[in-house]
């Protein structure tokens, strides 16, 4: 079994350690303003206004450090990315690079309005990523419109009802489900909101990612049985429309009991 490991905003640092255009990629999104003033709107239309749960920097980077974790453990499972396969990367750095910045721009839409958000990210990440990418790849023009595709895909998959078309896709779309701890809900909560989506986020004490009988083994650690409705309408109905389903499995626990999720 590999190591089991909890999906927090500190996950992502190890993966910035292991992949060197991962790391390069986050030090210059991290001072491009227009993403940076994106992602912010974006809480604000989705915290402030909406009372949704977390959609802002922090969510994008616990769903970057979760998508990696899924990503390298398909890896060793002998599970390839679909940019390999299909030539628009040429290697496994490139992949996760595919995988990070969809993770970081998968809920910018939301900038615009919570409505086809998916649809509205992906439009309108494709200056920033023309300008991230530019400073990676500076003299291939095609590697870089490819990978700007890939990623542009990957973010528009994250839709419920969309049907993933790459491994990369479907993996940014099961971390995004993954981001359930109650960290997420406190502010929305505070702020008066209590419907089953506030509450079952709240009941939700850790999310951790492991390997055994299937790659990726999702373990949801709660204090009540209302987590399960995160599990069931939240993650579920992304790991069905992800194709990652063979290679998941997911697990709930409280106080040490066992339960039984469908989805």
């Known amino acids: ?40 709107m974006a809480n604000i239309n989705a915290v402030k206004r909406l009372l949704y749960n977390d ?22 499972y002998n599970i390839t990315p679909t940019s390999i396969v299909h030539k628009t990367a040429s290697s496994i750095e490139e992949s996760a690079l595919i995988v990070f910045l969809a993770s970081m721009f998968h809920d910018i839409g939301n900038s615009v309005h919570r ?9 309108i990440s494709r200056p920033i990523l023309d300008r991230v990418l530019r400073r990676l790849f500076p003299k291939d023009k095609r590697k870089r419109i490819m990978i700007r595709q890939e990623v542009m895909n990957a973010v528009f998959s994250t839709a419920m009802e969309v049907q993933s078309l790459t491994i990369e896709g479907g993996i940014v779309k099961v971390a995004d489900g993954t981001d359930m701890a109650m960290g997420r809900a406190r502010y929305p909560y505070r702020m008066g909101k209590n419907d089953m989506h506030a509450l079952s986020a ?9 390997s055994d009988e299937k790659p990726v083994v999702i373990n949801i650690y709660m204090k009540d049985s ?38």
């Open 115 to 123: 409505a086809n958000h998916e649809l509205v990210g992906a439009l």
């Open 1 to 40: 079994m590999l190591e089991e490991v909890e999906v927090n905003p500190s996950l992502i640092n190890r993966h910035l350690e292991k992949y060197e255009l991962v790391r390069k990629a986050n030090e210059i999104l991290s001072k491009d303003t227009e993403y940076n003033v994106l992602i912010e």
């Open 226 to 263: 209302a987590g399960v409705f995160q599990i069931e309408q939240v993650l579920g109905p992304k790991i069905n429309t992800s194709g990652l389903k063979p290679y998941i499995l997911v697990n709930a626990y409280q106080n040490g009991r066992r339960y039984n999720v469908e989805y």
């Open 55 to 76: 959609h802002g920097p922090v969510h994008a980077r616990i769903v970057a450090g979760s998508a990696l974790e899924i990503f390298d453990r398909l890896l060793k």
């Open 202 to 210: 709240l009941s939700v004490q850790k999310v951790t990612i492991a």
